[in-house]
């Protein structure tokens, strides 16, 4: 069997269709977002905060905050559930009860709370989608702030 790579434009072609036709298949369902209230700040070094988003796999969630200006780190692990350093099969086999989770630790100066949490709703996750985003489904892959 030959296995022949795709042309690098026809996948730039797909990807692009396919962000359209999702962009599209959302025109009639956007709303504003209310304004979010910040948390206790949960890092006491002078200009960063944290936050953790859980919401489908953590490389897609982590890869989005890594470009936003203002975001230092993007670290993918686990939140939630019962067992200690759980590996990746076990929280994907459902039995430990985490949710796959990225910490985000940005300068509130350059980037706020309440854009990381619009940035999350619009672009990264579906909230609507329980216990799954786009293929990935299982528990594992729920939302969480």
Known sequence: MTIRPIPAALTA???????????????????????????????????????????????????????????????????????????????GSGATGHAEAVKVVYDPSVVSYDQLLRIFFSVVHDPTQRNRQGPDVGTEYRSAV
């Not at 953790?52 to 686990?78: H, N, P, Q």
């Open 13 to 91: 072609l797909a990807l692009l269709a396919g962000g359209l036709a999702l962009r599209s298949a959302g025109a009639d369902t956007a709303r504003t977002l209310p304004e979010a209230t910040d948390p206790t700040p949960l890092s006491a070094v002078a200009g960063r905060d944290s936050v953790i988003f859980a919401g489908g796999c953590f490389w897609g969630v982590e890869a989005v905050f890594e470009r936003v200006k203002g975001v230092l780190e993007a670290t993918s692990g686990y939140a939630g559930g019962h067992t200690a350093n759980p590996t990746y099969y076990e929280v």
